[in-house]
């Protein structure tokens, strides 16, 4: 057993081939099946008629089984923890009735069926082993899996590290836990060079059936959630697929041009509240936007002249949000506010101002909804931030940017 592996903390370990495509995303009975080039998926139930497993949760038990899998690779057996709050607290998720329930449910499902893979030209290796497939009469949480031993041994020679962090924040995202996987996967297989994937490719590992403009979207908006969480990385995309990069490839774009960053995310109309919230693509460390001296957030037409300080601004990447928020010094008595821009350039007919007493509201402007409510969490989790801006303790882009905190990109049930 590689002394590295069972040391590090900070990984998810995931078996490479179950990086490169995804498990089930909505719910199916009996079968369900994918093939990409000769590698492929299958997951069966002990009748037609039987519930499959699917969503964030099937992602995050099969990630918990492979890597207790791979950490004591001369046990078989696997141990998920007495209860579903035992591994809710292992892979960093709340302890809420939803995420519990919605994870004893999933487990239940997985304990009842058989999961397929199919590496090369070979016969199908079994990752749960299917003996016990639908011997079980009553339902309730099974502490422990019993892996194959090929699969075991697969996953010793094909591993890949997902970072524990990004998981526990993308969790409630079923395609944007793929895309990590896919990302982590891709730079692993290129060994850190850039790559680029056509959308057809994608579509045929981690599409759900969507027509191929609706999985572009789904699928960026996945990208966006990755990018905004995994500073180690750098996509772009553009009409022909997704180019991968490792971060460290921005401190030589005098070797070779960066690809033009992912497009905002459309909009979409109705159909934006049944899709994943966009992420705003990071700049390039080159690219940057530098804090400038702008019209600071105000709640009048016009921004007051006199006693007018530097904005800081704040990129997406910083905050993980869709916008680019904006603090400055405050004035006076007046109350505390923010501002909030769909892009780095402050134009006031953009500007979505936002009053923190004596709660969170809008008074200028109009966010949508979903981007409100991951405002108004990143301000509560930021709040000693943007007072020491608005005091005057905190002037630069510099000093605010390592007392940041991000939010999770959902919020939870």
Request: glycine content about 8%; overall charge negative.
């Amino acid at each position: 057993m590689n002394n590295s592996i069972s040391s590090d903390a900070d990984s998810l370990w995931h078996h490479a081939e179950l990086c490169r495509m995804a498990l089930p995303l909505t719910p199916h009975s009996g079968q369900w099946r994918r093939r990409v080039d000769q590698a492929g998926l299958t997951i069966e139930g002990a009748s037609a008629d039987q519930p499959l497993p699917y969503g964030w949760a099937l992602r995050l038990l099969v990630m918990a089984l492979c890597d207790r899998g791979l950490r004591n690779a001369d046990n078989p057996v696997v141990e998920l923890g007495e209860d579903a709050s035992e591994l809710a607290a292992a892979l960093g998720l709340p302890q809420s009735e939803v995420v519990l329930n919605t994870l004893r449910e999933q487990a239940e499902l997985v304990s009842r069926c058989r999961i397929l893979l199919q590496i090369g030209e070979g016969s199908p290796v079994p990752l749960l082993d299917a003996r016990g497939l639908g011997r079980r009469a009553e339902p309730g949480w099974r502490p422990r899996f019993r892996l194959n031993s090929r699969f075991q041994a697969s996953l010793r020679a094909m591993p890949v590290a997902l970072d524990r962090t990004i998981v526990a924040r993308l969790a409630a995202e079923p395609m944007a836990l793929d895309a990590h996987g896919w990302t982590r996967e891709r730079l692993r297989s290129q060994a850190g060079q850039e790559s680029i994937a056509s959308w057809a490719e994608l579509e045929a590992r981690f599409g759900f059936g969507q027509p191929a403009d609706m999985f572009r979207i789904a699928f960026e908006d996945a990208l966006r959630m990755v990018f905004a969480a995994d500073g180690s990385i750098l996509l772009a995309a553009d009409d022909e697929g997704v180019a991968l990069a490792p971060a460290a490839a921005a401190e030589t774009v005098d070797v070779a041009p960066q690809p033009a960053p992912l497009p905002p995310a459309p909009d979409s109309g109705p159909s934006a509240q049944s899709r994943s919230p966009a992420e705003a693509p990071r700049p390039s460390q080159a690219e940057a936007p530098q804090p400038q001296e702008a019209a600071p957030p105000s709640d009048e037409a016009e921004p007051r002249r006199a006693g007018r300080a530097g904005t800081v601004g704040l990129p997406q990447h910083l905050t993980g949000l869709p916008v680019y928020l904006w603090l400055r010094r405050g004035r006076d008595d007046e109350p505390v506010v923010i501002g909030a821009t769909p892009g780095h350039r402050l134009e006031q007919h953009l500007l979505t101002i936002l009053m923190l007493e004596p709660m969170t509201m809008q008074v200028a402007g109009g966010l949508q909804q979903k981007e409100f409510d991951r405002v108004a969490a990143w301000i509560n989790a930021n709040r000693d931030v943007i007072e020491q801006v608005w005091e005057g303790q905190l002037a630069s882009l510099d000093e605010v940017v390592p007392l940041i905190r991000k939010v999770a990109v959902s919020v939870w049930g």
